[in-house]
């Protein structure tokens, strides 16, 4: 137990002492551990299973194994020695868990216990729980002849396999410059930092790798339409004829029909079918109604939207304009109409304000105080909360913000470590959840500036921590948020964006960095009109996106290709055609990182946001009374329920496109 990896969960890692030999260690342990305990559970249990010595038992096991899966991810990006037995202890992990699922033995006593007298004794939570077992394993084929459940484990197998191979394959070089003057129109910061990553790679000049941070720049602010096709044709060409065989549009192919054949096994008709079993949103019908509703609501905005922008284009001497000309027309166009700068506009939302609003957002909304902690971490940089709520400590918050040597490249995610839990000794188990954003350092040792985008991604997995934090079951499966869905989790990053899109909270937590004063009502309305009038193009791509996503997993065997069904999407919601060098299916990571069948989530949770959102805006955006609404209608259930039911509870009624919609047109 001297493991720092292996340590009681209500205490903080030591993360500075894990060397990849004491992680590897740690990955042998808890596997053997994993597989011994189950054993041992299904032994130890008398004549009648009990709630403490079979279900606490087997969440002990599980809390633990999650821990170490996910407490390790800080350390994907330090280098291929840590990543390799990180990506392979994940095969492993995901493995043990879904044989723990085709267990019958298991399978026997979970079904035994909920179906006796005892079971149906227990509390309601506490049989919903034991309704989850007995559909996960139904689910997961414990009930499969055995010659099936073999092939359902194989097929799990290749699948995580085929994932990894396909992040893999999005590997690409950097485009060197050796010439400035090609990069005529970019920022000094965003010069000193392309030739700072040119001195890490050992290169001379300016090194610009194929990561959504520096692209987007070289996009906005290169004034060479050469140069900004040469590093969109590199970037679009991710996972394109990367040398392997297969690469990544094959890969996807291949991964689509495995996933079928697994639904099918399993008795469901499709991959949507099983995906949506476990989701927020509802059946499969109702996800494609949405998404068509969505579609034929958005078409004509987006339309309208791609003349416009055609349009203002050719007065910037853009009469053709191409996919890489988008970002640079529309930096053009913010510059003509003198919306305030990105540039300007983060110098007034410094790090250490955005930080502090933040933290009184959580507790003005919930009553949840964050305080900082000595915790140990794992670069300078990263923070350490402990989350407190009615004086009692409820869990551990990691931030890690800002970009550092050794963090993994575009990396904005949030990570549920352990969940918040009482075991079968009654002794409470804290929630930890890790937060990934990738605000740029700042300059010559100054703090890290946010612009409207990085506050956006910083809110967003903010509120994936607050929910996490907040939930109020006392089990590892109800507390799990991920039980939710893909949806139900995006709900509250999406809901928690809302925040920075209403000007009036913007200039009140603004604070520029070299005097603390406020930024200007007007400056902050007409940026955010603005962006928003762009949003319709980036919700116009997401939507074409998620149109492809369900088109794949329901029919993967119908003859189309990749291209074929991305064709059909971008026009179904008025999208711009397919360039000949854009291959999106090749690196749409999310259907590789548990997004598949359900990339929709984003759009659901977006819209049902902005259906939320406006009660905020009616009663006050930081009413503490519609903050407990929230939290109790939304959040303190945790994964006890589909979140589509609390989002009803507390509307009122359900949910509407309308305000998505009309958010929209006001952009237009």
Known sequence: MSNPLLQDGNVPVDYPSITVQSMQNAFDQVLERYAQGIERVINSQPSMPTWDDLVLAMDDLDAQLYAVLYGVMPFLGKGQAWSDPILAFHIAANSALDSRFCNEQLQSLYEQLAYSDIGRNLDSRQRATLRWHVE?????????????????????????????RYLLNLDHPDVVVDDITQLRGLSQRSLDELNERARQRGNN????????????????????????????????????????????????????LLRHERATLLAFSDHMNLSLARKSAGSPGQVR????????????????????????????GLDDMQPWDLRFAQKQLRDAAKIVSKEALREFFPMAAVIDALIQLARRLFGLELRATPAPVWAPSV??????????????????????????????????????RVDAEGIYQQAVVMVFSDVPEGSAGAQPLLDHLALRKLYHEFGHAL?????????????????????????FGKLFERWVWNAAYLVSISSHHSDGRQIDREQVERCIARYKREAIGEAALELSKALFDVDLHTKPGDGKTPRQRFAQSREQCGYWPLHAHEHPAHAFDHLATGYDAGYYAYLWADVCAVDIFTRFEQTGLLDRALGQVLFESLIAPGASRPLREGVRQFLGRETSLHPYLQWLQAAG
């Open 289 to 316: 109604a949405f998404l068509q509703s969505l579609a034929a609501g958005m078409k004509p905005l987006v339309q309208q939207w791609r003349s416009d922008l055609e349009r203002d284009a050719q007065k910037l």
């Open 136 to 164: 996960r394993f139904r689910v997961s084929g414990a009930s499969l002849p055995k010659s099936d459940k073999a092939r359902l484990l194989d097929l799990q197998r290749q699948i995580t396999e085929l994932e990894e």
């Open 467 to 491: 929910h996490h934090l907040l939930v109020r079951t006392d089990n590892q499966v109800q507390s799990g948020v991920i039980e939710l869905g893909t949806d139900g989790t995006e709900l």
């Open 383 to 420: 923070l350490a909360f402990e989350a407190f709520q009615h004086n009692a400590r409820i869990g551990l918050l990691y931030l890690d913000a800002v970009q550092h040597a050794g963090k993994q490249a575009d990396a904005v995610f949030t990570t549920y470590v352990r969940n918040r």
């Open 205 to 256: 000049g300016w090194s610009i790798p194929c990561e959504s941070w520096a692209v987007d720049r070289v996009l906005e602010e290169a004034e060479l339409g050469a140069i900004r096709e040469q590093v969109y044709r590199a970037f679009h060409g991710r996972g394109v004829n990367t040398g392997s065989s297969p690469d990544n549009g094959q890969v996807l192919q291949q991964l689509a």
